[in-house]
């Protein structure tokens, strides 16, 4: 999951280098955190929050063949 939400964060932000995704694993739930720089956090976030959204949409639909709960926070 955590590979799937840094290749969806480095292709929008203007500064790859600086993502770094760290998964925190539960018994039934998996918290994922994503770092980006402060400067490309508008186009990680999006409009109204649509593109975190859609991230969080796309790991959810991930997630649900191991049936596990997934949180995707943006930090």
């Not at 994922?32 to 975190?52: S, T």
């Not at 859609?54 to 709960?69: F, M, Q």
């Amino acid at each position: 999951m955590g590979e799937l939400v840094k290749t969806i964060a480095k292709a929008l932000v203007d500064n790859p280098d600086a993502v770094e995704v760290n998964e925190i694993e539960g018994q039934q739930s998996v918290i994922i955190e994503l770092k980006v720089a402060p400067e490309d956090m508008g186009k990680v976030i999006g409009k109204q929050g649509r593109i975190a959204q859609a991230i969080r949409t796309l790991v959810k639909a991930a997630a649900l063949k191991e049936k596990k709960r997934v949180i995707v926070e943006i930090i």
